[in-house]
């Protein structure tokens, strides 16, 4: 693999959502996630092995989460597809943005489809780390 990318309607479900409200929120968004990266999956990709990057950018229209809390769900949605094990996710870059911002160069055209949407959404995108070096 070298680079698998796609997008979900949002918001998307914070982990600290199991502690409170009826269900299982937190289920619906794993099922909600890996359905819609197998939709953007295609047979000829192959699951990473290797350690992988893992990059989530929240595009929101009122921004009221938390974005440590959405990493995890999203993580084990797309384990066994993007990748073997989420243990394989050694770098990580979560962000957030709002749509109304000036960043709209240079898209991919998954990000534009996301865009075109006119929704709150996710973009996740999966590639092969980068060295292991560590910079200070």
Known sequence: MTRFEFIVDGPPVSQQARKRGKGNPIQDCKKTVRQEAEKYWSSEQKTATGLV?????????SDQMDIDNIV??????IKG?????????????????NLLG??????????????ARGNEFLHIVVIDASDQEVIT
């Open 102 to 115: 000036d960043f709209r160069e240079n898209m991919t055209s998954t990000l534009t489809e996301g865009f």
């Open 81 to 97: 597809l993007a990748y073997v094990d989420d243990k394989q996710v050694s770098d990580l870059l979560v962000r957030k943005r």
């Open 53 to 61: 990057m893992l990059q989530i950018t929240y595009f929101y229209n």
């Open 72 to 77: 995890k769900p999203i993580q084990d949605a």
